[in-house]
C-alpha cells in the first residue's frame, strides 16, 4: 500500500514530467510558427552574402576563402558540377545527402533543408548536425558552377550555452525532485500526528497534544480534531457518570421495593405501615417507568426513520393542558404563574411537542423554590413562534449553559438524585424541536436568579 507521502512526492514528479513535455511542445509550436522561417531567412542571407563575397573577388580561389569563412564558426559543404562534394569546417555529424537536392541548387534554386525536412519536433531539428539542416545557393567561382550549403556550428557558436542550459534544466529538476521529498515530510507530519492521535482516540486515552500554531488547513484541522478529542472525553465522562447514576437510581428503588416487599411477605407489618411501604412501593416503580420511558423516548427520536405526525392545533391550549397535569407539583411550592398565551395555531407534531413542554415547566419547577414565580410567554414573530419559559428559581452557572444539552449532563451535580434526574430532559427538548426545524436557547445569567428557555418553532 502506497503512503501518502509516496503519493505525494510521486504526483509532484509527474507534474514536473508533464510539465516539461508540455513545455517542450508548446515550444516546437512557437518555433514553428515565429523562429524556423527567420532562423532559415538568415542563414539564406548569410550565405549570399558569401556568395556575394566570392564573386567580388574573382582573383582569390574559394578553396582559400571557404575554409577561412569557416573558422568564422559555419559548417560549409560545396558541390561542383560532377556533383563532388568537399567539406570545409567542422565535419557533419549526419552526412547523409540527396544529390537531386544539389542538382536542383546548381540549376539555380535555393534550398531551405530547416522547412523542407520534417521532424516530429521542428524544434529538435533546428539542433540537428546534418547536411539536411543547412541552406543550399548556386554559386559562380572561377568560371565553375557550384552548389554552396552552409550552416552555423552551433557546436562552436553556442556550445557553452548549450551546456550551461543543459545543466541547469538538469540541475533545477534534480534538485525539484529532492526538494519535494524533503518538504513533503512538512505536509505529511501533521497528518502521521492526527493518524497517531487517532489511534489513541481509539485506545480511550483522549489526552490529545497536536501543534495547532499552523495557520492553513492542516492547522484548522489540528484545532477541530483537538476539539472533537475534547467533546469525546467530555461525552464519554458523562456516559460513565450515567451509568453510575443510573445503576444507583435502579439500584436504589429496587432495593427499596424488595425490601418493602419483603417485610409486608413476612406479615410484621400493621395496615397503616403495609399502605406507607404500598406507596412508596408505587412512588419507586414510576421512577423506574420514568427514567426508562426517557431512554427509550431519545432512542426513537435518534432513529433517521422518524417520521412526524403533524396537525394542526392551537398551541396555547396545549401549553395549558400541561400547566394542568403539573398543578399539584406547583401548587405545592405556591408558585406565581403568569401567562401570556396568544391564540395560536401551529402545524406540528402534537405528542412530541406536548413533552417538550412538559420537560421545560417541569424543570422550571423542580428547580425553583418555594413562592418563586414561573412564567411562559408566546409571540408570533415573522416566521417563526417563539415560546419563552422562565422562572426565579435556583439559575445555571454561566459556564455550564454552553452543555446543558449534552446528553446524560448535569449542571448541578450536587442535587440529590430524586430532585436532578437523569440528565436527560434537555436532550429529548432539544431533539424534538430540530425535528420540528425549530431551535432551542437557554440562557442563565447567574445562580438564584432563574433561567430562561426560549423555544422558536417555524410558523405554518
Same mark, same amino acid.
Given at each position: 500500500?502506497r ?6 512526492v ?31 531567412d538568415?542563414?539564406?542571407r548569410?550565405a ?10 574573382p582573383d ?6 571557404l575554409?577561412?569563412?569557416?573558422n ?6 560545396a558541390?561542383?558540377?560532377g ?6 569546417g ?7 545527402f ?7 541548387v ?6 531551405r533543408?530547416l522547412e523542407e525536412?520534417?521532424h ?13 539542416n ?6 559562380q567561382?572561377g ?6 550549403f552552409?550552416?552555423?556550428?552551433l ?6 550555452v548549450?551546456?550551461l542550459m543543459g545543466?541547469l534544466?538538469?540541475?533545477?529538476f ?9 518538504l513533503t515530510r ?21 489526552n ?6 499552523r495557520k492553513?488547513?492542516?492547522?484548522n ?20 457518570e ?7 437510581e435502579?439500584?436504589?428503588?429496587l ?8 417485610t409486608?411477605?413476612?406479615?410484621e ?6 399502605? &406507607?411501604?404500598?406507596?412508596?412501593i408505587e412512588e419507586e +416503580?414510576? $421512577? #423506574?417507568?420514568?427514567?426508562?420511558q @426517557?431512554? !427509550?423516548? *431519545?432512542?426513537?427520536?435518534d &432513529?433517521?426513520?422518524?417520521v412526524l405526525?403533524l396537525? +394542526?392545533? $392551537? #398551541?396555547?391550549?396545549?401549553?395549558? @393542558?400541561? !400547566?394542568? *397535569?403539573?398543578?399539584?407539583q406547583?401548587?405545592e ?18 405528542? *412530541? ?11 422550571s ?8 414565580s ?7 414573530e ?7 419559559v422562565?422562572d426565579t428559581g435556583v ?5 455550564e449553559?454552553?452543555y ?5 449532563y448535569?449542571?448541578?451535580k ?18 424534538i424541536?430540530e ?7 437557554v ?5 438564584g436568579k432563574?433561567t430562561?428557555?426560549?423555544?422558536r418553532?417555524?410558523f405554518?
Amino acid at each position: 500500500m502506497r503512503t501518502l507521502y509516496t503519493r505525494i512526492v510521486l504526483t509532484f514528479i509527474l507534474v514536473a514530467m508533464v510539465s516539461s513535455i508540455i513545455a517542450l511542445l508548446v515550444t516546437n509550436v512557437y518555433y514553428t510558427a515565429q523562429i524556423r522561417e527567420y532562423n532559415e531567412d538568415k542563414i539564406v542571407r548569410i550565405a549570399q552574402e558569401i556568395r556575394s563575397l566570392l564573386e567580388e573577388t574573382p582573383d582569390t580561389r574559394m578553396e582559400a576563402l571557404l575554409p577561412r569563412i569557416a573558422n568564422m564558426g559555419f559548417q560549409i559543404y560545396a558541390v561542383d558540377s560532377g556533383l563532388r562534394g568537399t567539406f570545409y569546417g567542422a565535419p557533419f555529424k549526419h552526412q547523409a545527402f540527396d544529390m537531386d537536392i544539389a542538382r536542383r541548387v546548381l540549376a539555380g534554386e535555393t534550398y531551405r533543408g530547416l522547412e523542407e525536412e520534417r521532424h516530429w519536433l521542428m524544434v529538435t531539428g533546428f539542433f540537428e548536425n546534418s547536411l539536411r539542416n543547412t541552406a543550399g545557393i548556386p554559386l559562380q567561382s572561377g568560371g565553375q558552377a557550384y552548389a554552396l550549403f552552409i550552416r552555423p556550428n552551433l557546436e562552436e557558436q553556442i556550445g557553452e550555452v548549450r551546456i550551461l542550459m543543459g545543466l541547469l534544466l538538469g540541475l533545477t529538476f534534480l534538485f525539484s525532485i529532492g526538494l519535494i521529498i524533503l518538504l513533503t515530510r512538512y505536509i505529511v507530519k501533521p497528518l502521521q500526528l492526527l493518524t497517531g492521535a487517532t489511534n489513541k482516540i481509539v485506545g480511550g486515552n483522549y489526552n490529545i497534544e497536536i501543534d495547532m500554531s499552523r495557520k492553513d488547513e492542516i492547522g484548522n484541522l489540528a484545532r477541530h480534531f483537538t476539539h472533537m478529542a475534547g467533546s469525546l472525553k467530555r461525552l464519554e465522562q458523562m456516559r460513565q457518570e450515567f451509568v453510575a447514576n443510573v445503576s444507583h437510581e435502579i439500584q436504589s428503588p429496587l432495593t427499596s421495593i424488595q425490601g418493602f416487599a419483603q417485610t409486608m411477605l413476612q406479615k410484621e407489618t400493621s395496615p397503616e405501615e403495609e399502605a &406507607k411501604y404500598l406507596k412508596i412501593i408505587e412512588e419507586e +416503580s414510576r $421512577r #423506574l417507568s420514568s427514567l426508562s420511558q @426517557q431512554l !427509550l423516548t *431519545l432512542a426513537s427520536l435518534d &432513529k433517521e426513520e422518524t417520521v412526524l405526525k403533524l396537525s +394542526s392545533y $392551537r #398551541l396555547d391550549e396545549q401549553i395549558r @393542558q400541561a !400547566l394542568l *397535569l403539573l398543578e399539584w407539583q406547583w401548587s405545592e411550592k405556591e408558585l406565581h404563574i403568569e401567562l401570556d398565551l396568544p391564540d395560536v395555531v401551529i402545524q406540528a407534531d402534537e405528542q *412530541l411537542l406536548y413533552q417538550v413542554w412538559l420537560n421545560l415547566l417541569g424543570n422550571s419547577i423542580k428547580f425553583s423554590r418555594k413562592g418563586d414565580s414561573l412564567r411562559v410567554a408566546m409571540t408570533v414573530e415573522e416566521r417563526h413562534i417563539a415560546v419563552t419559559v422562565s422562572d426565579t428559581g435556583v439559575g445555571i452557572p454561566a459556564s455550564e449553559v454552553p452543555y446543558v444539552f449534552d446528553r446524560f449532563y448535569k449542571a448541578d451535580k450536587a442535587r440529590n438524585r430524586t430532585r436532578s434526574g437523569s440528565g436527560l430532559g434537555l436532550s429529548i427538548v432539544k431533539k424534538i424541536v430540530e425535528l420540528q426545524n425549530g431551535t432551542v436557547e437557554v440562557s442563565s445569567s447567574e445562580p438564584g436568579k432563574g433561567t430562561v428557555v426560549t423555544v422558536r418553532l417555524p410558523f405554518l
